[in-house]
């Protein structure tokens, strides 16, 4: 079983993981009330993958014997945001996550837990993924602004990156 700190610190990482969903499915909402469906569908299945990594640390938890206290999960930003500035808070975000999850192996490191010092270790791989992959489609929509062409093109891709997503199961039942 891990330390009861190392339980507190990794079921406040649940709830970040299951804010992250919640902030996807935000701009997913956002995306499509703006006719954007591609991008909508790309933040939803981003939504999707959030709660999985949630659930990978719930079950964590669970096989750890850890009693969980779910906590209040805050509400996303309301203000209204253009696509550019979705990307951008993604990327802020998802740099917030890896710094979590780097503070979260150091202190399984200090703590000699070499249990959840392995765990977390596919967190890190993942992060290091999100975060190139928002930064190439950011790098690109940088390039247009928010010009229509560079929406329409963005839109496309990403459209074409969720429905790959789906199809290989990772982006949960709803898409489409
Ligand atoms: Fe689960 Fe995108 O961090």
Known sequence: ???????????????????????????SSRAETGSLKGISDWFMAKHFEEQAHAMK?????????VDIQLQAITAPPAEEMSVLQMLEATLEHEREV???????????LTEK?????????????????EEATVGEILGRLRLFGDKPEGL????????????????AGAAGPSIG
């Not at 700190?5 to 499915?25: G, I, P, V």
């Not at 890896?98 to 399984?108: M, P």
């Not at 959840?116 to 993942?126: D, G």
């Open 113 to 129: 837990d070499h249990a959840t010092n392995i765990f977390l270790q596919w967190f890190v791989t993942e992060q290091i993924e």
């Open 1 to 27: 079983m891990i330390s009861k700190d190392m339980a507190t610190r990794m079921s406040n990482q649940l709830n970040m993981e299951l804010y992250s969903a919640y902030f996807y499915l935000a701009l």
């Open 152 to 167: 329409l093109m963005i839109d496309n891709e990403l459209g074409v990156m969720a429905a790959t997503l789906a199809q």
């Open 98 to 108: 890896t710094k979590a999850i780097n503070d979260l192996v150091d202190h399984a």
């Open 57 to 65: 640390i719930y079950h964590y938890l669970k096989d750890q014997d």
